[in-house]
């Protein structure tokens, strides 16, 4: 069972981790997090990654070792991994990969309010965000050809094959949603629609009749 941490941040536990490697300044850690991809999984920028830093020194996770400056730039302490701080990333890593966690994404927000929208225009968003979907996933299946035919071990690309995995679930799921909601047979939007004051499928515009060329002409 997880427990509650002194630094609980994820930011902490990827600057954890890249002190387990070496030592590092907290500029060159934002350098290796953006160099690394991370970025994409942590929101962090210098402020808080610098507190966050701080955090972990007061918890006795991590320690200074050293403070240097090159030319005219400002000192720099160099931060080390304590024993402690090594026991705090593999206790934590071992929780994050044993225990899933509730989370809140906000996809999952949205469709729980979805019926503040008709489906004239929810089904149209879905078909949008399907498409999105596909351009991301090809994007993220592009990325990890290009890296493996580098030589790069899968070991440190599964990050990337699991955000794939989770856009080619959440496209099978919005088609699914799609069909369920627009089936002529068993659909629920014209329940929905009705709720809004809306037909569905929605009516199309009358048709104008063509111009009467006689009339045109007189």
Do not use: C
């Amino acid at each position: 069972m997880a427990t509650k941490r002194k630094v609980s941040n994820l930011l902490a536990l990827a600057v954890l981790s890249y002190l387990s490697q070496r030592s590092m300044h907290p500029y060159e850690l934002s350098r290796t997090l953006r160099d690394n991809g991370d970025d994409r999984s942590i929101k962090f920028n210098h402020g808080s990654l610098y507190m966050v830093v701080q955090q972990l020194e007061k918890a006795g996770y991590v320690t200074a070792q050293e403070t240097n400056r090159e030319g005219q730039r400002p000192e720099r302490t160099v931060y080390a991994l304590t024993d402690a701080g090594r026991q705090e990333l593999r206790d934590w890593l071992r929780d994050l990969l044993g225990e899933p966690e509730q989370e809140y994404p906000s996809f999952v927000a949205a469709l729980s309010l979805i019926g503040a929208l008709p489906p004239s225009q929810a089904v149209p968003l879905l078909r949008h965000r399907l498409q999105r979907l596909a351009e991301r996933a090809a994007q993220t299946r592009r990325q990890i050809e290009t890296v493996l035919a580098q030589g790069v071990p899968e070991l440190f690309l599964i990050e990337e094959q699991y955000r794939l995995a989770v856009d080619e679930a959440e496209s099978t799921y919005v088609t699914s949603l799609i069909d369920r909601i627009t089936d002529p047979q068993t659909g629920w939007g014209p329940m929905w629609a009705q709720f809004h004051g809306e037909t569905f499928p929605p009516q199309a515009p009358p048709a104008q009749a063509p111009p009467d060329p006689e009339r045109q002409q007189t």
